[in-house]
Every structure is written in C-alpha cells, then in structure tokens.
C-alpha cells in the first residue's frame, strides 16, 4: 500500500516497531510480541524497517519510553524516511500527541504517523470487512477508538471516506468539527447495528433444531483451513492475520447428523476493547454455539500463550463453559522440526498443564489440516460430540437419522 504525504507525493509505508520489556516478561516473549507487530503490519501493508525496544517498569506516561531511547528512534526515524512508528501497547491521547510533536519537525517534508496497537489492528479490520454487518461494526470501533484521539496531524477518517490522503495542518476548529461528525454517526451506527442484530436474530431462530459448532482460536491458526476441509465452505486462506473477519456459517453432516459449522474472527493479544464491544453481536455465533473447536498452532513457539488469551477471551464474551474439542493444528511442522510426536504422552501434558474449557481434557486431537493426519480421529470426535448434544438438545426429535442417511458426509 502506499499514502500521500501532505506534498501529495506518493510515499512507501516503512516503518519502525516499538516496545516495552517489563519487568515479568522474559526478553523472547517481548521478542515475540514485536515479531506479531511486524506481522501486523504486513498484513496492512507497511514494511517494518527495525524493532526497537527498552526496559522500564512501566511505560513513560508522556512519550511511552524515556527520553534517550525516544531520541535515538527519532534520529533512525529521521535520517531513514521511515513514515510509521508501531507502538505495540495501546497509547493515551496525550502519548499520541506529544509523539507525533516529537516526530514531525516542521521543515520535514514526510509525515510521520504513530500506530499503537488497537488503532493497526482497527486499520487490518477496515481493510479485511466484506459484509454490512462487519463494516459498520468495524466503523464503529474506528470512530470509538478516534474520538478521544484526534489530533492535529491526521485522522483515519478518510480512510472511512474511501480516500488514502493524510490531511496536514487542521486546526483546533477541524478537530470539533470532526468530534462532533463523529459523535453524530457513532449514534447513527448503532442505530444501524441494532436492526442487523435483529435481522440476525431472526435467521438464528431458525436452526433452532441444529447443533452449533464455532471454530475459535488465535488468529492465524488455520481455522479457514479446517473450515473448508470439513465443510467445502470455500473461505478464504491466506497466511495473514485476521483473513477471517466476516462469520462464515455453512450446513454439515458428519455421521448422519447435521449440524451447522461457522469460522469466525481470530483472537489476539491486546484486542481492541471497542472492536471486541463493537463486534459482539457477530460473537453471538460464539456465544451461542453448542459446541467449540478450539484450533491451536502447535508449531508456533509460545502456542500456550496463545491458547491462554483465546480461553480469557471467551471467558469475557461469556463463553467459557462450552464443550470444546482442543485441536492443535500443524503437527506436520513440529514433526519436520522435531521428529515424531508421542501422542499420549502429549495429551497427559496439556491436560495437566493448561487450563482447559469444559470438555477439553478429553478431547484433544493432533491434526494436520495441511496433510490430513489424523483428520478421521478429528470428525469422529466431533461427530459423537454433535450427535450426544443433538440427542440432549432434542430427546424427543424422531427421524433425523433418516432424513439425513443419503446427504454426503
């Protein structure tokens, strides 16, 4: 992607990631969150350049870190035509203020725009949302997250407006307009979003006689893969995070019974708080489902952590005591990089080491959705899963095994 500076030159996205090594969080765990910012920013297009990183207790209330290690960014910022500085915390309106001061000397002719984590991931979502529902839940998290935020520098409301251009030079008078625009059509979006609730609602209403299954887990795990190798859903794949922002729902039957198997938005570390607010209402799929499929990548290295942010994050949508069936995705890789797996022995650590959903201590699978190992162990969980809760959900429903026995499995 590339952006306008205030000239009206085109200008590449390069940029700079920053971060805090607190004092708890070992040195390759703070590693790992920048290597996910980086990530980020790929996936919106913009280049990172180099991480920058410094130890402090907490951090610097004005500038985020202290003064020396802001001029040492500001000096590599400068003298590279770096045009994005990523902030892998969330900022305060003042942090933001003071660092876009800090950074955008007035004889510099480029523009330097400072994303802190929710406002990078806001821009992913704004790029990725296909459907009605997703875009105005997506621009209502947008214009939360903006309002206490604008400055004089830029907005992201053109972005919004369809445009790429930054706006330099608004003035304080802009910036009230702009507060008021947007306070103006956050009521309207959520006027907006209310009546898609309730179409949706009624659309839910009739599979009141079909289990639910929903596919959770950290972004970029593989669930759009699994999706379509179970279902044929056709949802997009790709090796970025949040490919999946819209909930795909698609009918399936797995030993004669059906049920109803939707893909919706990976989670991740720090989500924005508007966005998760924003986005509930598509969270319902969640919420409601009768059973999860919890896929975890097995091949990455701090999956447990993973694992622990998807689990407090269905513990705020409120869906923490859902049957779960634990899929750890990509064991073809951790098997290329360190020979064959014990199973078993696998199974007896997770059970004792990680905190487990409802359900989760006994039905963990170890699958390649890639190579299809262990696919059939996979859909024969599943499968006694949906038809014990088809049977508990309905004790008196007669017929379902005949009416479904010819539809392909």
């Given amino acids: 992607m590339h952006k306008s500076d205030t000239s009206g030159k085109t200008v590449s996205q390069k940029a700079v990631v920053v971060g805090v090594a607190l004092p708890k969080v070992r040195q390759e765990e703070t590693e790992e969150h920048l290597a996910e910012l980086e990530f980020l920013a790929e996936t919106a297009q913009i280049k990172s350049q180099r991480r920058f990183t410094q130890k402090l207790e907490h951090p610097d209330n004005r500038t985020y870190v202290g003064k020396g290690k802001l001029e040492e960014i500001k000096n590599f910022v400068l003298s590279n035509e770096i045009n994005c500085v990523l902030i892998d915390d969330d900022l305060s309106a003042s942090q933001l203020r003071n660092l876009e001061k800090e950074f955008n000397p007035k004889d510099r002719e480029i523009k330097v725009r400072i994303y802190d984590r929710s406002l990078l991931i806001l821009d992913i979502f704004v790029m990725r949302a296909q459907t009605a529902q997703a875009k105005t839940q997506v621009e209502l998290a947008m214009n939360q997250y903006l309002l206490p935020r604008l400055t004089r520098l830029w907005t992201h409301l053109e972005r919004q407006r369809g445009g790429t251009g930054t706006r330099g030079g608004a003035g304080e008078m802009e910036i009230e307009t702009d507060k008021r625009v947007i306070k103006t059509k956050i009521t309207l979006l959520k006027e907006d979003l209310k009546k898609i609730d309730k179409q949706r609602q009624t659309q839910r209403k009739g599979r009141n006689q079909m289990v639910r ?197």
């Fill in 213 to 409: 299954v929903a596919l959770v887990g950290y972004t970029n795990v593989g669930k759009s893969t699994i999706m379509n190798l179970i279902s044929k859903a056709g949802v997009k794949e790709e090796n970025k995070l949040f490919a999946t922002v819209d909930a795909t729902v698609r009918k399936v039957v797995i030993n004669n019974v059906p049920f109803l198997l939707s893909d919706t938005v990976g989670f991740i570390r720090k989500l924005p708080h508007h966005l998760i607010e924003s986005f509930k209402s598509t969270l319902d799929e969640v919420r409601e489902a009768d059973i999860l499929i919890h896929v975890v990548d097995m091949a990455h290295p701090f999956h447990e952590n993973q694992i622990e942010v998807v689990n407090k994050t269905l513990a705020e949508i409120g869906a923490a005591n859902i049957s779960t069936v634990l899929v750890l995705n990509k064991i073809d890789l951790v098997e290329k990089a360190h020979g064959a797996l014990d199973f078993e022995e696998r199974r007896g650590y997770y059970r004792e080491h990680l905190h487990l959903p409802l359900g989760g201590e006994g039905n963990i699978v170890f699958l390649s959705a890639v190579s299809k190992t262990n696919l059939q162990e996979f859909r024969e969980k599943l499968g006694k899963l949906v038809e014990d809760k088809f049977r508990k959900l309905y004790p008196n429903y007669q017929g379902h095994e005949n009416a479904y026995l010819n539809q392909s499995q």
